[in-house]
């Protein structure tokens, strides 16, 4: 059964800073591992898309990278601001679904 | 932009009513989903759809079913609403298996 793990669970930074966020899964049979952000009560908004096949993705400040034969991924931040604080999620895409991580909660303070 | 719309932001309903969530997408996406969400748990998967008139149990239909009879819309319904059924609520839609997942803006509902 695919579990996928979250750490660290919070994390607290000043602004400026770089940092990653790191993801694992149990199962390395995967078609794709995806990183979402979500604010305090409300949705998912998706971050990034990486496919099985490929290795990295980046969108402006943010690139995620995967290694799927040891079952990582890392969402690297640069230069943090305050409105990138909010809980960041990692899901794979595994046979019929999307299995979640419980989440990174991020604060960037002024 | 894909867009993924649910009916609702908040609702509250009483312990035994029959209580439908409804989400539209405007992508013409084949795949739907339904998951909910708790503290201490993350998203677990209800149902989800890879065609019109098509439904697959995910990891919790217990007290659930949908119903999808148009390709952009699919509907989970709570057959008699109970009190461990309060929770975030999100709808999803993708092109294919394998492809990006949208989210909608999910729905918080109370049984009371």
């Known amino acids: 059964k695919q579990e996928v793990t979250q750490i660290p669970a919070a994390l607290s930074v000043p602004e400026g800073e770089n940092l990653v966020l790191n993801c694992s899964f149990t199962d390395s049979a995967i078609y794709n591992l995806q990183w979402f952000r979500q604010d305090p009560g409300k949705g998912l908004t998706s971050l990034l898309l990486?496919?099985?096949?490929?290795r990295e993705q980046t969108s402006g400040r943010l690139n995620a990278s995967l290694d799927k034969s040891s079952g990582r991924s890392t969402l690297y931040i640069a230069a943090s601001q305050p409105g990138d604080s909010a809980t960041y999620l990692c899901?794979?895409?595994?046979?019929?679904?999307?299995?979640f991580g419980t989440g990174t909660r991020l604060q960037v303070f002024p | 932009d894909v867009k993924v719309t649910q009916s609702s932001r908040y609702l509250v309903k009483r312990t035994g009513e029959k209580v439908f969530l409804e989400c539209v997408q405007d992508?013409?996406?084949?795949?739907m989903f339904w998951y909910r969400q708790d503290p201490g748990l993350g998203l677990r998967l209800i149902y989800f759809?890879?065609?019109?008139?098509?439904?697959e149990k995910g990891d919790i239909p217990e007290g659930y079913s949908v119903s999808r009879e148009k390709k952009e819309r699919f509907s989970l319904i709570l057959e008699s609403a109970s009190t461990n059924q309060t929770s975030m609520y999100l709808c999803a839609s993708s092109l294919l298996r394998d492809t990006e997942a949208f989210f909608g803006q999910g729905t918080r509902l109370t049984v009371v």
């Open positions: 899901a794979v895409g595994n046979t019929d679904k999307l299995i």
């Open positions: 759809s890879y065609d019109v008139k098509m439904k």
């Open positions: 990486i496919q099985s096949s490929q």
């Open positions: 992508m013409d996406h084949e795949n």
